[in-house]
C-alpha cells in the first residue's frame, strides 16, 4: 500500500521480501473470505483498538473504511457487506485482489526483490541475504520496514526483526498470540470424541465481557470466533491469575426458566437423550459431564440442568501457541515513532502493519489497521524525502 503511494507521486520503489512471492499472509486471509474491513459507524469502530484506539483513531480516519473499499473496487473487485457487518470482495477470495494490485504496481514502476531476507543495518544501509546466501546492501532515500507478526512464521513473519531494532534502542513489547485459541485440559474421552466439533451460536463469558459466535472444541482446548473476541482480555488475566475462567452459555436465546421448561423432568433417561430430545446434540451431554461434578447432575432437576447449560466453567491455562494465532499483538512501542511513523532513533526508517504494538479483533479491523497505518507512513516518508531533499 505504501509502495504504491510512493510510487505513485514519482519515486522509485523496491519491496524486498523474505518469501519467493508476495502476500501470503494476506492470500492466507482471503481463505476464510477476506474480511479486509468493517462497516459499524467510524466512531465505533475506531475504538476497537484496546489501548492503542487513541493514537490509531486519527490514522483510521484518514484512511478509513470507505477508501479502503474505493481502492478495492478500483481494483476491479466489488466490495459487500455481510449479515455481521463485515466487508469482503465479491468473490471472497484474496488472490483477484493481489493479482490486479501487484499488476497496478509493476506499472507504476515498483520493483520486486523476493528472497531476499532483511538482516539488519550497516550504517544507513540496509543488509539482505539473498537467495544465493550473498550478502547485498542497499542504501535508500527512505525505508518502510512492513515485516508483520509472528504469527503463521512458515509464510514469512516471524518476528525475527524484533532483535535487530532492539540492538538499535527501539522499544518493543513483547510480540504475543492475539485472535488465538485457549487452553484447557480436556478428558481423552472429549479428545477422541469431539475435538474439531463446533458449537455454533454459543455465548462465551469473562468477568462482564461476552460475546455471541462460535466456539471450536480442540485438542488443546477452544478456539473460534467467539473466543478471539475475548482473548485479549483472557491471555491478560492469564498472565495475571495464571487462568481465567470462562462461562459458556450453549442456549443464549432463551432464558433460564425457558430452558428448563423445555426440558422437563429427567426420569430414568441418560443425560444424553434427556439432552437430545431438548434439542441439544451429543457434544452438549459431553461437556456437562466434562465440566459438571458427577454427583451434581444425576439427581439434578430441570431448573438446575438449565443453569449448567447456560453457564459451563471453563478452566484455560494458556493462549495457544503463537505460530497458529490469527494476530499478534506487541511490537514497535507507539512512542518510539514519531508523527510521520519514523523510529525516533532511526532516521528515515519508517514501520507500519501488525508489528506496531496494537491489537484488535477479527472483523476486518487487522488489515483496515495494517493499511492505514501504511497509507500514514507512506505520507510520512513523502514528506521526509521531500525536505531532505530540499535541505540539499
Ligand atoms: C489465518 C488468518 C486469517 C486472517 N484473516 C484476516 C481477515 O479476514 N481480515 C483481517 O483483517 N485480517 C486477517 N488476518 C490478519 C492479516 O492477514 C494480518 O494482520 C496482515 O496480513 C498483516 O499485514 P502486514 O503487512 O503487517 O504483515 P504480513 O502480511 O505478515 O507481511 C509481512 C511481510 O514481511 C516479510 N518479512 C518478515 N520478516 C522479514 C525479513 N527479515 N526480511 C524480509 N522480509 C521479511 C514477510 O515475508 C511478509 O511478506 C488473518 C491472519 C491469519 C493468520
Known amino acids: 500500500m505504501a509502495a504504491e503511494i510512493i510510487a505513485g507521486a514519482g519515486h522509485q520503489v523496491t519491496i524486498y521480501d523474505a518469501m519467493p512471492t508476495m502476500g501470503r499472509k494476506f492470500l492466507l486471509a482471503g481463505r476464510g473470505g477476506l474480511n479486509l474491513t468493517h462497516s459499524e459507524p467510524l466512531e465505533k469502530f475506531v475504538t476497537r483498538y484496546f489501548e492503542a484506539s487513541n493514537w490509531l483513531a486519527p490514522i483510521i480516519k484518514d484512511y478509513d473504511p470507505q477508501k479502503l473499499r474505493k481502492w478495492c473496487e478500483e481494483l476491479g473487485e466489488e466490495t459487500f457487506i455481510g449479515t455481521s457487518g463485515r466487508v469482503f470482495p465479491r468473490s471472497m477470495k484474496a488472490s483477484p485482489l493481489l493479482r490486479a494490485w501487484l499488476k497496478k504496481l509493476e506499472n507504476l514502476g515498483v520493483k520486486h526483490q523476493s528472497r531476499h531476507l532483511w538482516q539488519g543495518f550497516d550504517g544507513d544501509s540496509l543488509v539482505f ?16 520496514l512492513a515485516l508483520g507478526g509472528a504469527s503463521w512464521p512458515h509464510l514469512g513473519s516471524n518476528g525475527s526483526w524484533v532483535n535487530i531494532l532492539a540492538q538499535c534502542g527501539v522499544k518493543i513489547s513483547p510480540l504475543r498470540p492475539s485472535n488465538c485459541g485457549f487452553a484447557c485440559s480436556w478428558s481423552d474421552y472429549l479428545i477422541n470424541k469431539f475435538a474439531g466439533t463446533p458449537l455454533k451460536s454459543v455465548a462465551i463469558r469473562h468477568q462482564n465481557l461476552s460475546h455471541k459466535g462460535e466456539m471450536v472444541l480442540t485438542k488443546q482446548g477452544i478456539e473460534g470466533n467467539a473466543v478471539y473476541a475475548l482473548s485479549a482480555h483472557l491471555r491478560e488475566a492469564i498472565k495475571k491469575d495464571g487462568k481465567a475462567i470462562l462461562h459458556i452459555d450453549l442456549r443464549p436465546e432463551m432464558s433460564d426458566a425457558k430452558l428448563a421448561e423445555k426440558l422437563k423432568t429427567r426420569g430414568k433417561e441418560s443425560l444424553s437423550n434427556y439432552l437430545r430430545k431438548a434439542g441439544f446434540p451429543p457434544v452438549a451431554s459431553a461437556l456437562l459431564n466434562e465440566l459438571i461434578a458427577t454427583n451434581q447432575l444425576s439427581a439434578a432437576s430441570p431448573e438446575i440442568i438449565a443453569n449448567y447449560l447456560k453457564n459451563l466453567p471453563i478452566t484455560l491455562t494458556s493462549a495457544t ?33 501488525e508489528m506496531l504494538d496494537w491489537e484488535a479483533p477479527t472483523g476486518g479491523y487487522l488489515l483496515q489497521g495494517c493499511f492505514s497505518t501504511a497509507v500514514a507512513a507512506a505520507k510520512g516518508i513523502l514528506s521526509f524525502v521531500e525536505n531532505s531533499n530540499k535541505n540539499h
Open 129 to 144: 541475504r539473498d537467495k544465493d546466501q550473498k550478502l547485498i546492501t542497499v542504501k535508500a532515500d527512505a525505508t518502510l
Open 321 to 353: 501457541n503463537i505460530d497458529r494465532a490469527i494476530s499478534t499483538a506487541g511490537g514497535i512501542s507507539h512512542e518510539s515513532l514519531d508523527e510521520n511513523f519514523m523510529l525516533k532513533n532511526k532516521a528515515g526508517i519508517f514501520a507500519a502493519g
